[in-house]
């Protein structure tokens, strides 16, 4: 659907479900490369338009691409300063983002538990609304 709202409606079903609605940016930036303003807006706008539409903040930042360090390796603390300035409690990535060694074993697994217990989680990226209408049928 187009309508905004009942995508939000659908988002607090899966709520109500025991889905963890997260942060995966506004429109899926590399972070590590953005300037200091666009980063703020990617963190923060994702933020306040998950906890506006859903009436829930988001704990966790899904880093778009897992990737949290630039190109020299080192992690990016502007990502870990914006997401605790948006109340943002947990930054999740992947080491080496999408460059994973040939040796990586697959799947990949990334959980998590909190004091609530174990929760499914799920990325909200406002980008893909068609996708997670089609998880939703």
């Not at 999740?92 to 074993?105: F, N, Q, T, V, Y």
Request: hydrophobic share 40%; proline share 5%; glycine share 10%.
């Amino acid at each position: 659907t187009d309508n905004p709202l009942q995508k939000y409606d659908t988002l607090r079903q899966w709520r109500g479900w025991g889905f963890e609605m997260n942060n995966h940016t506004v429109n899926h930036q590399y972070l590590p490369r953005t300037s200091d303003d666009l980063l703020d807006y990617q963190i923060g706008e994702a933020a306040r338009r998950i906890n506006t539409g859903i009436g829930v903040p988001p704990v966790a930042l899904i880093l778009p691409f897992g990737s949290l360090t630039d190109t020299s390796g080192a992690a990016d603390q502007r990502i870990f300063d914006v997401a605790k300035k948006h109340d943002i409690a947990f930054v999740i990535g992947i080491i080496g983002g999408r460059s994973l060694p040939e040796d990586a074993a697959f799947p990949l697994y990334l959980g998590r538990a909190n004091t609530e217990g174990l929760f499914k989680t799920a990325v909200f990226n406002i980008e893909h609304w068609g996708d997670l209408e089609a998880a939703c049928q």
